[in-house]
């Protein structure tokens, strides 16, 4: 399997790179650890922004040391970019998409809205 990677899609406003993610909601999978060669783990998790949504998938690296503690039903508000990855298997070509974080919190729920009310502003800023 080879895999490449997208990180930046083109802000059709005026021709610069935009991938920002900004996610609030609640874990839906239990976070899978795997340890990686250079001492870093990768953390992989599901995140559902409200129902009606589907699950967006975030993966987190980083020391242990900096881990986010999150679990299964836990809020949380990842901020970081779009992934898009294509890969080649028994011959055919696919591709996926995931959020890369690079922060990752545990949200009480006043933060929790007020991360919702600041996603609001810049959806609002947004280009139509």
Do not use: C, H, Y
Request: charged share 20%; net charge neutral.
């Amino acid at each position: 399997m080879t895999a490449q990677t997208n990180t930046t899609a083109p802000d059709s406003t005026n021709g610069t790179e935009l991938n920002l993610v900004l996610l609030t909601g609640a874990v839906r999978t239990e976070p899978k650890t795997v340890e990686l060669d250079d001492g870093t783990i990768r953390l992989t998790f599901e995140v559902l922004a409200g129902p009606g949504t589907k699950a967006s998938p975030v993966t987190w690296t980083g020391p242990v040391s900096k881990a986010p503690r999150v679990a299964a039903g836990r809020t949380v508000s990842v901020t970081g970019q779009v992934r898009r990855f294509f890969f080649q298997s028994g011959g055919t070509l696919g591709w996926q998409t995931d959020i890369l974080a690079t922060e990752v919190a545990v949200t009480p729920a006043k933060r929790r809205a007020l991360m919702q009310s600041f996603a609001a502003d810049v959806a609002d800023l947004a280009p139509s």
